[in-house]
């Protein structure tokens, strides 16, 4: 059964920083894209950023670029988000998803809130 | 690409049909796909490439369309199948959602 599972949100202040983490389970991490997938309370879904499968390709979302910074580690199954000088905009769920052979989402993670706030 | 979800919001009876329609700002090849969320939940794949039920999704859902207009319908709408659904297109880069449509019961 394939799980992901996201880690690491929580309150920050405006301009501060935290990283997400997504564990993964019942699928070759490796041969697979993912990709962080945000929604701000009572709004819509924004992708954020995928990584291919070796790390070699990273996409951001144009609110993202400069401030966040996805990684991947095939050898903990695990994907990261690094999310720097944070604004009150960047509150919402995030989600981790797992692409299929294109970049639509078959799976995806529960979601972890991260919310900037002072 | 913009992706722009009609109407908003939906009232439908149970037993009816919905018809969801998603609509780009440039035109592109079948690389769209559905989501259902519910409250509280992750979203749900649905369809992809345009027409494809994704694993374990009933027959009563259906998509279709090309080029800039894309349209999701339900038949025979099931207690179940109040949600809010996206649409998705995974042709270019950055990939992008539609607003939604919140399918309500009348």
């Known amino acids: 059964e394939v799980q992901l599972w996201e880690s690491g949100g929580g309150l920050v202040q405006p301009g501060g920083s935290l990283r997400l983490s997504c564990t993964a389970s019942?699928?070759?991490?490796?041969?697979?894209?993912l990709s962080w997938v945000r929604q701000a309370p009572g709004k819509g879904l924004e992708w954020v950023s995928a990584?291919?499968?070796?790390?070699?390709?990273?996409y951001y979302a144009d609110s993202v670029k400069g401030r966040f910074s996805t990684s991947r580690d095939n050898y903990k199954n695990t994907l990261y988000l690094q999310l720097n000088s944070l604004r009150a905009e960047d509150t919402a769920v995030y989600f981790c998803a797992k692409a299929d052979y294109s970049s639509f989402f078959n799976y995806w993670g529960q979601g972890t809130l991260v919310t900037v706030s002072s | 690409i913009v992706m722009t979800q009609s109407p908003a919001t939906l009232s439908v009876s149970p037993g009816e049909r919905a018809t969801l329609s998603c609509r780009a700002s440039?035109?592109?090849?079948?690389?769209l796909a559905w989501y259902q969320q519910k409250p509280g939940q992750a979203p749900r794949l649905l369809i992809y490439?345009?027409?494809t039920r994704a694993t374990g999704i009933p027959t009563r859902f259906s998509g279709s369309g090309s080029g800039t207009e894309f349209t999701l319908t339900i038949n025979n709408l099931q207690s179940e199948d109040f949600a809010v659904y996206y649409c998705q297109q995974y042709s270019n880069w950055p990939l992008t959602f539609g607003g939604g449509t919140k399918v309500e019961i009348k």
């Open positions: 490439g345009t027409s």
């Open positions: 440039q035109s592109f090849s079948a690389n």
């Open positions: 990584i291919s499968r070796g790390a070699d390709t990273i």
């Open positions: 019942g699928f070759t991490f490796t041969d697979y894209a």
